[in-house]
């Protein structure tokens, strides 16, 4: 999967990725795949017909998976012109998919209020590995409120848990929070492995410690943060 074993710090860098297509053409989504995130997506988006923006979309084919389940409007968005090259040729043929060579720190070619949902799988950490992590990391989710509706959703799926993203989250945007979370791939035999539904949030206090006592101190699971933008109120 990946050209060595180079430092995590380059997952922020866009050099790093143009290497890493270059030299691997097979899809890979990282995290978790369409299948097992579905039931949480047609509950978060479920009109098919509104518009909605991937990140740091890479050749996963979870977007396909998207459109094969219905959706009419898939765009994606990636760093790297060479993934995104060879997915404009792939999918030439697929009008519910556009791709896009965009820097999500600055979306500016997309107008505000633009999607009902952002979907973020290990964007933001990638982000968080590079240098400037935390102003890097602020612009991004500033854009990505910038860009969707009000009551629009922004979907990460990462591996941060509260401790470490829900201050990030609440200091960027006027978000109202869902946390649930899913067992890792080949994490199914784990005795750590939540016993919850996907759909079935989990209750947050501000220090996340509430999650803690419903996992467990090393649960082997990713963590998905359903941030509903709050419309401004008016003074």
């Known amino acids: ?108 070619p997309f107008q505000a209020g633009s999607f009902a949902s952002v979907i973020d799988k290990g964007t933001l950490d990638s982000i968080l590995c590079g240098n400037n992590s935390r102003q890097n990391a602020t612009q991004m989710l500033g854009e990505v409120w910038r860009v969707l509706k009000d009551k629009g959703v922004y979907i990460l799926i990462t591996y941060g848990a509260p401790v470490y993203r829900l201050g990030l989250l609440k200091e960027s945007c006027m978000w109202s929070i869902k946390l649930h979370v899913i067992a890792k791939f080949g994490a199914e035999g784990s005795s750590e492995q939540p016993t919850r539904a996907l759909t079935d949030p989990i209750l947050l206090d501000e220090s996340g410690s509430s999650v803690e006592d419903v996992l467990g101190k090393n649960p082997d699971v990713h963590y998905i943060y359903v941030c509903t933008k709050e419309p401004k109120t008016k003074d």
Not at 80 to 100: D, F, G, H, P, R
């Open 1 to 108: 999967m990946t050209l060595g074993t180079p430092s995590s710090q380059a997952y922020g860098e866009p050099w790093y990725w143009d290497n890493r297509y270059a030299h691997e053409s097979a899809p890979f989504d990282w995290y978790q795949k369409y299948p097992a995130l579905a039931s949480l997506i047609h509950l978060y988006v479920p009109h098919r017909h509104e518009r909605i923006l991937v990140v740091g979309c890479g050749n996963s084919v979870f977007s396909e998976d998207m459109v094969n389940d219905g959706y009419e409007d898939v765009v994606n968005v990636d760093i790297s012109s060479v993934v995104i090259e060879a997915m404009q040729t792939k999918y030439s043929n697929c009008q519910q998919l556009k791709y896009i060579k965009l820097d999500v720190r600055d979306m500016s």
